[in-house]
């Protein structure tokens, strides 16, 4: 019920995000999700209501998505993106380390509808904030004259991904590191039992909370490292590392017994660390490459194939990790890192044909 509204509304919200005020899509999106989330409030234990709110809270998410997207690189100016776009993911990292710290002893302390009355007014508290940007509307295209010119605005956008070395690459490296870190969070309390011998209630203090912190640290770490290096090659060794972090968590850890816990966590850092090494630098390409009339498509694209990248891992990764065990299973994700590493080292990273002499210039 997630996955539906990705699949009927993300091929076309980046088209129709490039043709409205991006601010008024931010603000009425949160206002709708904040409301939204109350009706959990009145489902309380009835099951199949619940599928409902999902399918309507993805549904506004899918519009919110590129415009949030898009909205970063026409404020700030391009010098600072991976400046800003660091201080994005910390924003995300640090409220993930907050969700996952506070919210059992937030339950014990408000009970079980209080999360959903703070995460509502969180939401209309983000509303207002994007409320004070500024009109964000296309330079470009101001207004679509019927179905068929709406289908040729969204028909123009993938071409230009798909011609657009520059722009495709990251954009599949993105995708691509979100499939590889689906299957670690799935498969993260079985590691964390099976693996380290650990209770379940503590399967977050040893694998997220490190993650996190990794991220965390790595967000600011990028912005000092893009001053001396490229972004392609900040990718790459961030690529390598992680490969290398997910081959000591499948071959070397669960084989020690001494020193098992702590370097599966020093382990678990330092991909964190490497996954938002891979990601601010090619979100960062994404967004200095693509001209403003093909931002809110560019975006739309990546949300809607991040998210339906997904639904595979979603779907496999238990199965596969019942058959032939949770530390093969990371080995396999290691061994598909280290080939798009691999891609990654070879990709040119340059424009296409299309826009190849706006570039020259």
């Known amino acids: 019920f ?8 993300g091929p076309l919200s980046g088209t129709i995000v490039d043709f409205l005020d991006r601010r008024r899509i931010l603000f009425l999106t949160n206002v709708a999700e904040s409301v939204i989330v109350l009706f959990y409030l ?18 506004v998410f899918q519009l919110y998505i590129p415009a949030e997207g898009a909205t ?50 969180f939401l209309l508290t983000a509303a207002l904030a994007v409320y004070g940007l500024p009109r964000l509307n296309s330079k470009v295209h101001q207004q679509i004259d019927g179905p068929q010119e709406f289908w040729g605005e969204v028909k123009e956008g993938y071409l230009f991904i798909r011609e657009e070395p ?14 590889m870190i689906t299957p670690l969070v799935i498969l993260a309390p079985s590691y964390a ?26 967000v ?56 938002v090494s891979c990601i601010i630098p090619a979100q960062t390409i994404i967004q200095e490459k693509t001209p403003e009339e093909f931002r809110g498509r560019v975006f739309g694209v990546l949300g809607f194939v991040v998210n339906l990248a997904i639904i595979l891992p979603l779907l496999v990764t238990a199965t596969i990790a019942d058959i032939l065990g949770v530390t093969w299973t990371i080995f396999m994700v290691a061994v598909v890192m280290g080939i798009i590493w691999f891609f990654s080292l070879r990709e040119p990273y340059v424009y296409g044909n299309l826009f190849a002499k706006e570039e020259e210039k």
């Open 220 to 275: 600011q770490l990028v912005i000092l490292v893009l001053r001396r290096m490229r972004k392609k090659r900040l990718i790459n060794f961030a690529l390598i590392w992680a490969t290398f972090c997910l081959f000591i968590l499948s071959l070397i850890v669960p084989f020690i017994q001494e020193w098992r816990l702590p370097l599966a966590v020093l382990s678990v850092f330092f991909l964190g660390l490497s996954y």
């Open 72 to 121: 970063l690189p026409r404020i700030v100016p391009k010098p600072l993106l991976p400046v800003a776009n660091s201080f994005f993911l910390f924003t995300i990292y640090g409220t993930m380390l907050g969700g996952f710290s506070l919210a059992g002893p937030l339950m014990r302390l408000v009970g079980g509808d209080g999360p959903f009355i703070i995460g509502s007014l």
């Open 166 to 179: 520059a722009i495709l690459f990251p954009l599949i490296l993105l995708a691509f590191a979100q499939i």
């Open 2 to 9: 997630y996955i539906i509204p990705i699949i009927i509304l």
């Open 42 to 59: 009145l489902i309380q234990t009835k099951i199949w209501p619940i599928y409902a709110v999902i399918f309507f809270y993805s549904l």
């Open 193 to 218: 039992i099976n693996v380290l011998g650990l209770d379940l209630l503590d399967a977050g203090l040893a694998l997220v909370l490190p993650f996190g912190v990794g991220a965390l640290l790595g």
